[in-house]
Nanobody, 127 residues
Framework: QVQLVESGGGLVQAGGSLRLSCAVS????????MGWFRQAPGKEREFVTA????????YYVDSVKGRFTISRDNAKNTVNLQMNSLKPEDTAVYYC????????????????????WGQGTQVTVSS
């Protein structure tokens, strides 16, 4: 079984930065693709970014390109999301997710392809 626990959320002013972390239990962490999704009030959960199991490929939603960076440390079983130049529209609950068997690039963008999810961490960006 794989368990994910996010941390690092909080309240920040527009233009500021936050770093989210996701601690993953289980010895097979390095075999999983990792993703971050977010859900704002009244909206559907949306893809933010993802990284392949070997860190060879990364994917970002257009709205965060150049501002957010995903990284992973397989030795520490963690995946991080560095968020810079935050905007009020980035306000949401951010979820870490893990999945395997990503046959095509499009799988990384789909929430239903991730088997394991964290409980989420709130990010609030004030204007």
């Amino acid at each position: 079984q794989v368990q994910l626990v996010e941390s690092g959320g909080g309240l920040v002013q527009a233009g500021g930065s936050l770093r989210l972390s996701c601690a993953v239990s289980g010895r097979t962490f390095r075999r999983y693709a990792m993703g971050w999704f977010r859900q704002a009030p009244g909206k559907e959960r949306e893809f933010v970014t993802a990284m392949s199991w070997n860190s060879g490929s990364t994917y970002y939603v257009d709205s965060v390109k150049g501002r957010f960076t995903i990284s992973r440390d397989n030795a520490k079983n963690t995946v991080n999301l560095q968020m810079n130049s935050l905007k009020p529209e980035d306000t949401a609950v951010y979820y870490c997710a893990a999945g395997r068997t990503f046959y095509t690039t499009t799988y990384y963008y789909r929430a239903d392809k991730y088997a394991y999810w964290g409980q989420g961490t709130q990010v609030t960006v004030s204007s």
